[in-house]
């Protein structure tokens, strides 16, 4: 059904959730007791509002957050890990046995769980696991942003007598070893290569980066294979996902909700491990981009949870007991952070100086007082959170200095010679005037971080363009190239970073996502070296250095993390994490007061 705009009406209740009666009185509100609200909705179905839509569902071919919030209701990896401890625990295998073998070459061991099944029936093999490594190994499948954290892969090698075994042999110590190799998601090759064509392609060649080339450019079989699985990306039906987890695609009508449904003959049913249980008969993800529409959602309990609310909703929300009596409004810790990237390979952004100069007209502080007040969200210097034990608290937050930032622009040869206002400069032989478009996205919150931007710059002489655009055509336009500075997002897992996805110069899309084009040899060394590293005194002094060469070269704005946002009906039970969605949604459990009521 297709979603519509929801207006307030003359029936009382959604009277008083659209009126002013909603208003909290003077003092600190105290909702009631759960049980004795009166809910629009008591099945067992979830309802989740999503401000993006997902491009695929297929894992190793996206990296938005969208894509995977539904993709781990259908796909599961080798381990899971405790949303508490942030410890790896079992899911498809168990733990691994850890070896060092001859030639400082390390093997990792794993055991299938021989309860895993697919959803024929048949058991999750090695042969699967093998399967699976290819695609996040092929150099031909459509996003390549997966490689680089496999470099560390040799071999894997499984037992003609053992189905459920295997071992993955790597090339030589790697600090993030178990954690890499625990998210590997795992896809049936039943299904995705039901001729077997991939096991022509020895695993060892592909794994190489002379072997993957190789590869790319003379194997008929991979192309083939590549160009068909590639295609599934675009698949809207439940033909295209087919996974081992706790859900299936049920229904997927674009630009309006996607539904997936509890798996029929599901191996962990009944689980009480929150990432293997399936407690809602449904979940139902409804795609609203326009923070009014989900606010009006919202007050007619058409949607459950509401991922990263809006800044502006989630205000208005704390001041609505309507609101406040039916959900539970949280702030969580999060794992991300944005900026303003530049494209280091248009003219304009070329040198530090004038990126530097950029930084010091934006006022951060400012931008986070009126968009994110409280403690909504913290200022960041680089892409390591203050959280981390080795981040570096030497380096100073870029202050808002607008003279020193004109003063730097002059020195970078940037003047204002016919008197029109704008800056200039001559750049290959022609002078340019500084003038450009930014990407943002459509949301309030990006619209007016846009308008403050080019309000300070147009103070400077300089005329940015704001262009407001879908989350997944700017993703397009970063991944070809074609912006020149643009506002960009970055998750985290709970794990210690490996740079190499982001900031590698050899990760420039579609081999990785190093879409601003940073290069450094000083930093590409120490990625490696971190990751080869498994002293961590060693290895925290060399994470330092290299966010002093980020912070050194200014491939963003860097301006700040936020907190997740988060709205959960209160007829359910549920965990809070800090890996967004925020609580797993397979474990959302119905208050038995609610059933049926």
């Known amino acids: 059904m ?41 099945d067992n179905n979830v309802r989740v509002g999503l401000n993006a839509e997902p491009n695929t569902l297929l894992p190793m071919l996206s990296t938005t957050a969208p894509s995977r919030y539904l993709s781990e209701m259908i796909y599961q990896t080798v381990n899971g890990q405790d949303p508490r401890t942030f410890e790896q625990i079992p899911q498809l295998a168990g733990l691994p046995d850890v070896v060092e073998e001859p030639n400082g070459r390390v093997s990792y061991a794993y055991r299938l769980n021989p309860e895993a099944t697919w959803p024929n029936g048949s058991p999750v093999t090695a042969a699967d696991v093998v399967f699976s490594i290819k695609l996040f190994l092929s150099p031909l499948i459509a996003n390549g942003a997966y490689r680089p954290y496999y470099d560390f892969v040799e071999n894997v090698s499984t037992s003609p007598a053992d189905e459920g075994r295997f071992k993955v042999l790597t090339d030589g110590p790697y600090h993030l070893a178990r954690h890499v190799l625990g998210e590997l998601v795992i896809l049936p090759e039943y299904v995705y290569d039901p001729q077997k064509s991939l096991r022509a392609i020895r695993l060892s060649e592909l794994a190489s980066d002379r072997g993957a080339e190789r590869l790319a450019g003379s194997s008929e079989v991979l192309k083939t294979f590549s160009d068909a699985f590639n295609d599934l990306a675009s698949g809207r039906g439940a033909d295209a996902y087919v996974g081992s987890g706790p859900y299936a695609l049920g229904e997927w009508v674009p630009g309006q909700e996607i539904r997936l449904d509890r798996r029929e003959n599901y191996w962990a049913d009944g689980s009480d491990v929150s990432l293997l249980r399936n407690d809602p008969e449904s979940i139902t993800f409804k795609l609203i981009p326009d923070a009014n529409t989900l606010g009006t959602a919202l007050r007619d309990e058409l949607v459950d949870v509401a991922i990263r609310l809006p800044v502006n909703l989630f205000m208005e929300m704390r001041d609505e007991a309507f609101l ?35 930084s010091r007209l934006v006022d951060v502080d ?126 985290f897992s709970n794990a210690e970073d490996d740079y190499a996805q982001v900031w590698a110069s050899t990760s420039v899309p579609p081999a990785g996502t190093n879409r601003g084009g940073f290069a450094s040899n000083e930093a590409d060394n120490l990625i490696r070296r971190i990751n080869r590293t498994l002293d961590t005194e060693k290895r925290e002094a060399m994470h330092r250095r290299f966010q002093e060469i980020v912070y050194d070269n200014h491939p963003m704005i860097f301006l700040f993390s936020t907190k997740d946002r988060l709205a959960v009906s209160r007829r359910f039970e549920y965990d809070v994490q800090s890996q967004p969605p925020n609580v797993r949604l397979n474990a959302l459990r119905q208050h038995e007061w609610n059933r049926g009521k």
């Open 366 to 491: 400012a931008l986070m007082d009126r968009l994110l007040p409280g403690d909504l969200a913290q200022r960041v210097v680089g892409p390591v959170l203050p959280d981390k034990s080795y981040y570096n608290d030497d380096l100073k937050l870029i202050a808002y200095e607008p003279d020193l930032a004109l003063k730097e622009l002059r020195e970078a040869g940037w003047e204002d010679t016919d008197g029109d206002g704008l800056l200039d400069r001559e750049i290959d032989g022609e002078r340019r005037q500084f003038e450009f478009d930014g990407l943002f996205f459509g949301s309030a919150t990006s619209r007016s971080i846009a308008s403050l931007m080019a309000e300070w710059a147009a103070e400077a002489g300089i005329k940015m363009n704001p262009v407001f655009k879908e989350f997944n055509t700017i993703k397009s336009d970063l991944n070809s190239g074609d912006f020149s500075m643009s506002i960009i997002g970055q998750g």
């Open 324 to 358: 406040l009596d039916r959900y539970d409004l949280m702030a969580v810790p999060s794992l991300n952070y944005y900026g303003m990237l530049f494209n280091q390979n248009d003219p304009l952004f070329q040198d530090v100086e004038t990126r530097r100069a950029l």
């Open 2 to 42: 297709r979603l519509r705009l929801l207006y307030c009406t003359a029936v009382l209740l959604l009277f008083t959730a659209c009126g002013k009666e909603t208003k909290l009185p003077d003092g600190p509100y105290e909702p009631p007791e759960a049980n004795t609200v009166e809910f629009r909705n008591a």
